[in-house]
């Protein structure tokens, strides 16, 4: 699940300019290492393209269908091991890191319904998954975007 919410993160607006981790050759090999993957130029294309679709479904405005292109041909195999029965992915290397995030997604999605959720700061462009037992979490950093929605709303009362 946090790969899953690096993921989703990793396109944020620093100083209002759109960063993007996996935008850069370079940067998005080092990415996709880091989190279990290849780091080939087709494995950032799909990364790329699984990032943008969940961060829509995740905001509400995409559609589970659009994944299905992203799943044509993967299986998963069971397998049993000394630690008992676990599920082997079998798709083309490139595309592996990308259904590991797809199935994150549908696990998130599964385990702890309407939890993972956009920052409520407008200016933010990350996403945040509320662990909390209130189900009430609003930013995705209490310092940063939390504090500033409390600041802004203090300005506008005291002005």
Not at 18 to 47: F, I, M, T, V, Y
Not at 48 to 73: F, H
Not at 77 to 102: C, F, S, Y
Request: aromatic share 4%.
């Amino acid at each position: 699940m946090d790969r899953l919410l690096e993921l989703l993160n990793s396109r944020p607006l620093v100083n209002g300019e759109e960063q993007d981790a996996l935008g850069n050759p370079a940067e998005g090999r080092r990415w996709a290492r880091e989190h279990g993957g290849e780091g080939s130029l087709a494995e950032l294309a799909l990364l790329r393209e699984t990032r943008d679709i969940l961060r829509d479904m995740v905001r509400g405005d995409g559609s589970p269908a659009a994944l299905s292109p992203l799943l044509e041909g993967v299986h998963q195999i069971p397998e049993i091991t000394a630690d008992g029965l676990q599920w082997m992915i079998k798709t083309p290397p490139h595309a592996r890191l990308a259904v590991e995030m797809v199935l994150a997604w549908a696990a998130t999605e599964q385990q702890l319904p309407g939890r993972l959720r956009p920052c409520a700061n407008d200016e933010c462009r990350l996403f945040l998954l509320d662990r909390s037992r209130a189900n009430r979490a609003r930013w995705c950093s209490m310092a940063v975007c939390g504090n500033r929605e409390k600041a802004r709303r203090h300005y506008e009362r005291t002005r």
